[in-house]
């Protein structure tokens, strides 16, 4: 009997890829600034919060190869980042109605 062992899978991507995935960084980064220097009234922090919700998701699928892992991981990944998003939600529930 052959014994199989378990050989990672390599995701080797061309350079062109990160070079697009950098680049929409960049573009979220002016976003970013844009947004911090305009008054968007209340909403300021929320916006800047979606947008750094995108950068983090492009780090993690691209540069963490997230996008190549099992369903179940990344599901799992979700858990921590929906409680960490009905805290911050709630906290701005409760600053905004106080």
Do not use: C, Q
Not at 37 to 65: C, D, E, P, Q, W
């Amino acid at each position: 009997m052959e014994e199989k062992t378990a050989v990672p899978e390599l995701h080797i991507r061309n350079y062109r890829t990160y070079v697009y995935v950098w680049l929409a960084l960049l573009v979220l980064l002016a976003a970013t600034i844009y947004v911090a220097r305009v008054n968007f009234t209340g909403y300021s922090v929320v916006i800047n919060l979606i947008i750094a919700t995108m950068k983090a998701a492009l780090v993690l699928a691209f540069f963490m190869h997230l996008k190549y892992e099992k369903r179940l991981f990344k599901l799992l990944l979700f858990v921590p980042i929906l409680t960490i998003s009905v805290i911050i939600g709630l906290t701005f529930f409760d600053i905004w109605y106080r």
